[in-house]
């Protein structure tokens, strides 16, 4: 089963650690397949995650410590359980919170979880148990090995930075590294057993999703993080000096949000040494990403054609220059290994004429945000009669406000420009937006689930440029009841995103 990116298609942008569950943060336990079942009843196809790598600095999915890796923090513990290697967990007093994510107090206490079923497998895994496990851990030498050993190295540390490390280890020397590997081999197969967890749990979900007609939206971020096992394991592949340090780093320029611009941090690639390299790198991020996913988002997509170049030794982004991407040449290596790859552009933010080139020569979609459409008039590029079919159609992103968020804090002119054009007021902005994003002629569409319940500004999933309180939040099925996923269907069928039987028409 592969998605039709030229079909109609609807769905809702949910993080896996948004679910409801009993364990502190959403995973792929039970009400994952509830989740599923929910979107399929309310004639959805499309499941959109943000990145399921591991989590990086403020709890970001962005900054993670692998592009391969998943994050630990959504393998589900009933199935632990189930298979007897974990004890049912006990909720230390009082249990955790129902809708928001206490990273403090919960990550500690998943990974003793976490810990104490590696030790149930290693002790109690059948011979096809561990057969089944060792099978995996060879299909993924490309980068389990690698991500395993630093995930070794580092936890002891205290999450040093790698190039804070010994220099033997920072540096990669043959002797340290074996060395390493056995000293740290217990360590080594947690993590290469965390990792299986994900890979299976995450699989058996997509399966239960393309069963009932949902596909799984993925995310890639363009940029890997500097304190990643990535750039240990290939710093060559990045432009870092003889200190493993980086010299220039990603970010975008100042603009009329931020007058110094944004510095993210990230080490920029050698594209040249990837170029030579025929783009292998990235060839096996991609088809790692279509494991655990149908078609994924690429964050950033416009550094492909260009991309910010901020002096390491700069505090801001007010310094810095535009290089030129590798362009269509990446994705024509790509193609030449995996085919054609299912993919949506974030072309958002400053953007130019050769990003829309980039995009169109590879037939990518784009991405148009509808609370961005109401600044100017009826000639703006965000409004639904100037969008192309080729493109997805969001009331917001996980960046944005609320669609009530927004509505509230919108000036006077924009919110009198979105009722008259929307036909909407207070109590049904969030719908009004839903159903202009569903009957525009974007081949497909896709709401967060803060909009579909009608959510406010409190209920947002993170605010660029700020550090620590985003990420956390989740919903209760308290929160949905029954009439959210009823319209939402009916506005999906009248759309021809859904079918017809669910508008609940006369025949």
Known sequence: M?????????????????????????????????????????????????????IGPGESPYQGVSAFAGSQWMVALEPLVAQGWLEAPVLPEGGFASQRVDFGQVLPW?????????????SKATPEQREAYAQWCDSQQHWLPDYALFMAIRSPRNGQPWWEWPRDLAAREPKALASAREQYADEIAFWQFVQWCFDVQCGELKRYANERGVFIMGDLPIFVAHDSADCWARPDLYELDDQFQTTVVAGVPPDALSATGQRWGNPLYRWDKMAHEHFAWWTARVQRALVNADVFRIDHFRGFAAYYEIPGSSPDATQGRWMTGPGKALFDAIAKQLGEVPVVAEDLGFITPDVHELR??????????????????????????????AAVAYTGTHDNDTVRGWWNQASARERAFAGTYLACGDHDIHWAMIRACANSVANMAVYPMQDVLG????????????????????????????EPGRVLGLISAAAGRAPIALAGLPE
């Open 2 to 54: 592969s998605i039709d990116l030229n079909q109609r298609h609807s769905g809702v942008l949910l993080h896996i650690t948004s679910l409801p569950g009993p364990h502190g943060i959403g995973d792929f336990g039970p009400e994952s397949r509830h989740f599923v079942d929910w979107l399929q009843a309310a004639g959805q196809t499309i499941w959109q995650w943000l990145p399921s790598t591991p």
């Open 110 to 122: 998943r990974e003793q979880q976490l810990r104490a079923a590696a030790a149930g497998f290693f």
């Open 360 to 389: 169109d020569a590879l037939g990518y979609p784009g991405m148009k945000i509808l609370q961005f459409g109401f600044g100017g008039d009826g000639t703006h590029e965000f409004l639904p009669q100037n969008w192309p079919r």
């Open 455 to 482: 959510l406010g500004s409190e209920h947002r999933m993170n605010v660029p440029g700020i550090l620590g309180g985003n990420w956390g939040w989740r919903f209760t099925w308290d929160m949905v009841g029954s």
